[in-house]
Every structure is written in C-alpha cells, then in structure tokens.
C-alpha cells in the first residue's frame, strides 16, 4: 500500500517482497544499512522504508537507532 512504511529487513533476514514494492535493491538497502553504521543486513535488526523516504536502521537489539534520508535517483531526459 502507497503510504505505510515498508519493513525491508526482520530480524536480519532480507524480506524480498518488501525490496520489490519498494523498488530497491539489495545492494541497495546493504549501502543504506551500511550509512548507519551497521556492517551487514544480518546484523540489523530492522530495517523500515518510511513514508517520507528515510530509511530507519534499528540494531544491537533495538538498542540503536539511525535514520538516513534516502538520495532520490536523477532521472536524465532526452531532448
């Protein structure tokens, strides 16, 4: 739904249906996980797409959190 946020990563496993409605992908969400000071996907708790576009990194058991404003792509236009 156009609307809620999205969890893209439970528990440290990757929820591929989340990455494809969000349309990101797996490197993607590791860049972002990675911005957040967190190694790898399996170390992140949970990982939440929110609505404005930020991308919230929980980690160490909910014990940290970060929240990253996501870089919209540049779309080119041909004259």
Partial sequence: MQG???VLVLNGK?????LHKARM???EVLM???EHGVQT???ADLVVLEVDGN???LSSDFAKKSIQR???PQLTHNP
């Fill in 4 to 6: 809620d946020p999205l």
């Fill in 14 to 18: 990757l929820l591929e249906e989340s």
């Fill in 25 to 27: 992908t797996t490197d």
């Fill in 32 to 34: 972002a996980v990675r």
């Fill in 41 to 43: 996907i399996e170390d």
């Fill in 55 to 57: 991308i919230s990194v």
């Fill in 70 to 72: 996501r870089k919209k």
